[in-house]
């Protein structure tokens, strides 16, 4: 491989995985059937005095907050026959600080995808070997890291838990009182130790697919080299 393929092959080999990435926890996030399930596993109905059709429109309407079709987090429901706003400010705050980060995930997700498919394209004309390589150990970098983040949750999924947050936020917003919180009582950790695995799944089983098929390819090619060598005329 010459100099401009192995670039784009490096460039192909960090875009792709994290773009499974990026695409595969927006896919969990809004998953509203498991956000749902989440909801009657945690009791939340029973815990924050919101009803079970109330808390499916509050749903509907963090949803579309993240998603920039919503232009606060100023969500009213009825808790306990009253209608107020349900969440503090301390809460919106955090919130708000989350709409960031998702927005950053969102555009790193945009440029990566066309990144993957210009280093797709250019290494077509190039080397189609290329794709093959980049996709390969791009795959097995990241599931490496998913395997180290794995073990350590299933060690300590609160300690990881924490000390993300501490890292990704500038401030203690994020740390909230489930006796005081209704956002924590929508959100426990049992959501998020749930959430984490459907992301890793989605993950890993689109980069082991995406491995075997780049490493079945290499290795025909391997042979096919090998026999060109051996052949006697």
């Not at 997700?109 to 794709?131: A, H």
């Not at 009582?185 to 995406?210: D, K, Q, S, W």
Request: charged share 20%; hydrophobic share 55%.
């Amino acid at each position: 491989m010459n100099k401009k393929s192995i670039f784009a092959a490096i460039v192909l080999g960090i875009c792709f995985p994290v773009m499974i990435f990026l695409s595969a926890l927006q896919l969990a996030v809004f998953d509203k059937g498991f956000f749902t399930k989440e909801l009657e596993y945690n009791r939340v109905s029973l815990n924050t005095g919101i009803s079970r059709e109330d808390l499916s429109q509050v749903t509907d309407e963090i949803f579309a907050y993240l998603k920039g079709d919503r232009p606060d987090f100023n969500i009213h429901a009825e808790i306990k026959g009253v209608d107020q706003a349900i969440f503090n400010a301390d809460e919106i705050t955090h919130m708000e600080d989350v709409l960031f980060l998702y927005r950053i995930a969102w555009w790193t997700w945009v440029v990566t995808g066309v990144l993957t498919v210009l280093s797709l394209v250019l290494l077509l004309f190039w080397n189609r070997l290329g794709i093959a390589r980049g996709i390969f150990w791009g795959a097995v970098v990241m599931l490496g890291l998913l395997l180290i983040l794995g073990l350590a949750g299933l060690f300590d999924f609160t300690a990881v838990f924490e000390g993300a947050h501490r890292l990704i936020f500038t401030n203690d917003l994020w740390y909230l009182d489930p006796r005081e919180s209704v956002l924590i009582n929508i959100v426990p950790e049992h959501y998020f130790i749930m959430l984490c695995l459907r992301i890793a799944l989605y993950t890993a089983g689109a980069l082991l697919i995406a491995a075997v098929i780049s490493r079945i390819t290499l290795h025909k090619n391997k042979k096919k080299q090998l026999r060109l060598k051996n052949r006697k005329f």
